[in-house]
């Protein structure tokens, strides 16, 4: 993760010139819905910001705001889903190319415990290599590898069905199904959100650990201010009214479990200075609300 000696207080400094292109940029990008309709709706303006592809590394950047500040949609347009892409304006690049679409070079793990019920784990977990012609063998190989990494067990749980697991187990079987493809950069929208605590602080670590070894860009949407400056590298803190980036700000590195890190003193310094922002973003909200202004 980042460098300890990192202020969250102090706006991240532009990436230095490189040749590698950025794993995602945003230049001026605007998403409009209904456009020319009574039920208009900007739901992101003038939106901008470059996260570097990191050689031999990555990074984590949390987008953390309240909600309907378009966390979500800033996620759906790197990831080339409608109906937020495309945008109504501006442009999303992803490793120095415009999105299209869907690529193979993005994988996504939604709150929800996406997962086809009708196949087991095992199945679910190599969804995409099949997809892709892995042969049986190979990818079933493959498959119980990530269902170990993921902290199931391969010889036990790869054959039951969804219904069959609890939520924080199907969500590691997403995050299998998706990891076990690569892909250059991971979006993350929400996926712990649902899960108890002590859960979710399991799957934080579980998703470091894992991170370190795909070398993956992550874009980790998320509610919670702790969840934020934990996993994030960066944090991207949005208001709404509408939806924008009102800072860039980079974290201390955590060298420990997120048990451990949350009562360290300097985790509580950044949470506390966030959840004021926070705050201050939302009473904004509310007198722009009160007022009638849109």
């Known amino acids: 993760m980042s460098d300890p000696a990192s202020s969250a207080t102090t706006p991240a400094s532009p990436p230095a010139a490189a040749e590698r292109p950025a794993a995602v940029e945003f230049l001026g990008v605007t998403k409009v819905y209904g456009q020319g309709t009574p039920r208009e709706y900007v739901a992101i303006a003038d939106v901008s910001f470059t996260i570097p592809d990191v050689a031999d590394h990555g990074e984590i950047s949390s987008f953390l705001g309240p909600s309907g500040c378009g966390k979500s949609t800033v996620l759906r347009l790197v990831a080339g889903l409608e109906p937020q892409h495309p945008p109504t304006s501006g442009t999303v690049t992803v490793l120095g190319r415009p999105v299209v679409g869907p690529g193979a070079d993005r994988g996504m793990v939604f709150q929800d415990y996406t997962s086809f019920d009708n196949r087991t784990v095992l199945d679910n977990v190599v969804f995409g290599l099949e ?114 980036i009102i800072a860039d700000l980079r974290m201390p590195a955590a060298s420990a479990p997120a048990r451990e890190t949350q009562s360290q003193p300097w985790f509580h310094e950044q949470v506390n200075a966030l959840h004021a922002r926070i705050e201050e973003v939302e009473a904004a909200a509310r007198r722009i609300d009160g007022d009638g202004v849109s």
């Open 131 to 244: 997809c892709r012609g892995v042969p049986r063998r190979l990818r079933e190989a493959e498959g119980r590898e990530w269902i170990a990494k993921v902290g199931l067990d391969p010889r036990r749980d790869a054959t039951k069905y969804p219904h069959e697991l609890s939520g924080g187990m199907r969500q590691r079987v997403a995050i299998a199904r998706t990891l076990i493809l690569r892909p250059r950069v991971i979006l993350m929208d929400e996926p712990f959100g649902a899960l108890d605590p002590a859960t979710r602080l399991d799957m934080q670590d579980l998703l470091v650990k894992l991170w370190r070894d795909v070398q993956a860009t992550v874009l980790f949407v998320t509610h919670s201010v702790e969840e934020a400056v934990y996993l994030g590298d960066r944090v991207f803190v949005m208001a709404t009214t509408p939806g924008r």
